[in-house]
Each structure stands twice: as C-alpha cells, then as structure tokens.
Nanobody, 122 residues
Framework: QLQLRESGGGSVQSGTSLRLSCKVL????????VAWFRQAPGKGREGLAA??????STTLRRTLEGRFTISEDKGTVYFQMTDLKPEDAAIYYC?????????????????WGQGAQVNVSS
C-alpha cells in the first residue's frame, strides 16, 4: 500500500519560488497518476497538475502554465512554483492512486498527503 510524505511548504514573498515535494513510498507506478491540488480558505480543493507515473507525462491547469511545473525523480513528485502571488496561498495536497475519471477531480484519487501550507505575502 502506498504512502505519501509531503514537504516544502512555507512563507514566502510575492514573486519568489517554492518547491513542494511528495515522496511516494511504495511502487509509484501503481498510482497511475499523482496530482497536486490546493485548497484556499473558504474554497474547494482545486486540481493544479498531474503526472502519469508510467511515462512522466504531465498535465497542468492552463491558468498555471508558465509559472508551475510538475516532475518526478526517483519516486518523489515535485511541484515547482515560481513568481508566487498572494492568491497562491493555500494548503497544497499531493494526491495519488488514481481511480479513473477527470485528473483534476479530487474524488478520483484515493490517497492524499498531509498537506503543505504555503503563505505568500505581498
């Protein structure tokens, strides 16, 4: 059974970068996809990016293109965020074990990490 270990959150200033890590303990390929979501206060969980574990192909929410990227190396899925804005402040979750359907639908994953708080000050 897979387990996830998230790290990398923090408080940063607007315009800077931050990298989140999601270490997948177990056979990452069995997850099919690993995705990053975020949840801001008072809002629903929003899907941001997903990585297909068989070939590392990626899908990114179009509004984030150019600022955020997702990648994988030796069983850890990274979420690189650049040019951070105050509206990016949220709890970021790594989600795994894709069960089918839309990649950016939170209910289509059966495992999620503990969350990483990201604060962005202007």
């Amino acid at each position: 059974q897979l387990q996830l270990r998230e790290s990398g959150g923090g408080s940063v200033q607007s315009g800077t970068s931050l990298r989140l890590s999601c270490k997948v303990l177990g056979d990452i390929k069995s997850s099919k996809w690993v995705a990053w979501f975020r949840q801001a206060p008072g809002k629903g969980r929003e899907g941001l990016a997903a990585l297909q574990t068989s070939d590392c192909s990626t899908t990114l929410r179009r509004t984030l293109e150019g600022r955020f990227t997702i990648s994988e190396d030796k069983g850890t899925v990274y979420f690189q965020m650049t040019d951070l804005k105050p509206e990016d402040a949220a709890i970021y979750y790594c989600e795994a074990v894709f069960t089918g359907g839309g990649l950016f639908t939170v209910d289509n994953y059966s495992l999620w990490g503990q969350g990483a708080q990201v604060n962005v000050s202007s």
